[in-house]
């Protein structure tokens, strides 16, 4: 996972929360944090379409069982433009690491900026010298606060690393079926998640993330909550749909009231997403539509004003239900502009091309700029991934 080759694309410093972990109705409260510090755009969009390339790779290596070691270690973080991150303890006396939260990883690293630190509850499992991977496989104590304690957690240990700065590792958040090591790349290791549930610190096997859409470079804007969801971050039902691997989900695109930009296809949630990726073939429909041109400098989509004042929703229809994208939640926050190498005034989208055609089994990627707008749950026991609305789906942030 950490790989001189794909870590060369992490770009961020992250500026982590000191606020409490809080325990509440069986379930766990663990606030994370943002920071944006780009210098170009089409970094963004080279680093989402490089993991994208990564995780349907790995997509297809998992069903015909020919997960390699490089397969396993080469997704994951490493292609992450805009990182959310947590402050988790390891071993006893805990150290506190930086923790990157990822949907499209299950395994959790650290390594990277601060080195592990070897306590009474570090036992050495194996050692893997893969050529794109160094470094060593530990199961240990895992603290997300006071009392909550996992034991015995597989974790990997990187001694080989480029591209995190203030980010120590990965907290990983993918199904327990690409929870692999390299030492053993088609033997699932329970995650994070399972661990909790299975040694009983919370009830149900699942997670929910909430994110607050925001225009400042550094906010404390989000939060974790594993073993249930917490009500005070969404509004109305939770709809949930199958998932069968890999956090994928079912669902069509449809720009306005009957523009179809893609039609009923799988793909994936994930965090380490920035923007929201669809086929090329959808793309060049969603292009026309808006009648946006490719700018140059950041290689985003880009409107004028008298475009963006008719820009329509956005609807992704998911188990039946419409959740819509606004023409503001389409865009860029405009503040930032000049640190994606963008001119400030100018209106760029956050709807940008997976880089291949519709049909591949893998045809778009819900990103932190879908994720901002929904709560969304990620239900290990039931294979499912739900939505629902916050105060913040239609909000005018940009």
Request: hydrophobic share 40%.
């Amino acid at each position: 996972m950490f790989t001189t080759t794909f870590l060369s694309y992490v770009l961020l410093a992250i500026a982590v929360t000191a606020d409490p972990i809080v325990v509440r109705e069986n379930f766990i409260r663990l606030p994370f944090a943002k920071q944006v510090n780009l210098t170009s755009a089409s970094n963004v969009l080279k680093a989402d379409q490089a993991r994208a390339a990564g995780l349907r790779t790995l997509r297809q290596a998992k069903p015909s069982g020919s997960l390699t070691k490089d397969a396993v270690v080469n997704v994951g973080v490493q292609n992450q433009a805009v990182h959310y991150v947590a402050s988790v303890g390891i071993g006893s006396p805990a150290t506190t690491y930086s923790l990157i939260i990822d949907t499209g990883s299950s395994n959790t690293w650290v390594g990277a900026s601060k080195p592990y630190v070897m306590t009474s509850t570090s036992k050495l499992l194996s050692y893997f010298p893969s050529g794109q991977m160094q470094g060593f496989e530990f199961s240990d104590q895992v603290s997300l606060g006071p009392g909550l304690i996992i034991a015995n957690q597989s974790l990997g240990v990187a001694f080989q690393t480029q591209g995190f700065a203030g980010v120590d590792g990965v907290l990983g958040l993918g199904p327990v079926e690409f929870s692999n090591l390299p030492s053993d790349p088609n033997t699932p290791i329970p995650t994070v998640t399972d661990n909790l549930f299975s040694q009983g610190s919370i009830t149900q096997n699942e997670f929910a993330i909430y994110f607050e859409p925001t225009t400042q470079a550094i906010a404390n804007n989000g939060e974790l909550t594993f073993g249930g969801t917490d009500s005070s971050k969404f509004t109305g039902g939770i709809t949930f749909t199958p998932s069968t691997e890999q956090w994928d989900i079912e669902q069509s695109i449809r720009y306005g009231a009957s523009n179809t930009i893609l039609s009923t296809a799988i793909g994936m949630v994930d965090t380490g997403t920035n923007l929201i990726l669809i086929a090329s073939d959808a793309f060049s429909k969603y292009t026309t539509a808006t009648g946006a041109v490719l700018d140059s400098n950041t290689g985003l989509l880009r409107l004028t004003a008298a475009q963006f004042n008719n820009l329509k929703s956005l609807f992704f229809i998911i188990s039946g239900r419409e959740f819509e994208l606004t023409a503001n939640a389409q865009a860029w926050p405009r503040s930032l502009n000049t640190l994606i190498g963008g001119t400030s005034g100018n209106i760029y989208l956050i709807v940008a091309s997976t880089g291949w055609q519709s049909g591949s089994g893998t045809d778009f990627f819900n990103g932190i700029a879908f994720l901002e707008r929904f709560y969304s749950v990620f239900d290990t026991t039931n294979k499912r991934v739900g939505f629902a609305t916050t105060r913040f789906t239609k909000a005018i942030t940009n």
